[in-house]
């Protein structure tokens, strides 16, 4: 299925994860301060890694997936301890961008 894994690069991104994994347990209760690091962030990956389609990566869960746990929050399947904006904390938008790119690396290394 995958015939030439990147599994140095495999693992480089899924360091990544784990490192977004904890800011966001760290800095989960102030929304403004972990919303400006995930920004920050997201902004180097695309000044080192950018390519055209990585901002459709970035922005197309960036909008939609908040947009969807805004309703499923809304029809009472869980709900946010900070809720910003529409249920949703604010810094939820960045992440769901930032998962959007992480999921196309990973994907990119097992296909290189």
């Not at 080192?48 to 459709?56: A, G, N, Q, T």
């Not at 746990?69 to 869980?78: M, N």
Request: glycine content about 6%; aromatic content about 24%; proline content about 4%.
């Amino acid at each position: 299925m995958f015939k030439n894994v990147n599994f140095k690069e495999f693992i480089f991104w899924f360091c990544v994860i784990f490192l977004l994994c904890f800011v966001v347990g760290s800095f989960w209760q102030n929304q403004f301060l972990l919303t400006v690091i995930l920004l920050l962030l997201a902004g180097m990956y695309f000044l080192r890694f950018h390519k055209r389609e990585d901002f459709l990566y970035f922005f197309i869960p960036f909008f939609l997936g908040p947009i969807a746990e805004s309703l499923i929050v809304r029809l009472g399947a869980w709900s946010y301890s900070q809720p910003y904006f529409f249920g949703v904390p604010l810094w939820l938008f960045s992440i769901w961008g930032i998962s959007g790119l992480l999921l196309k690396k990973l994907v990119e290394s097992l296909n290189k």
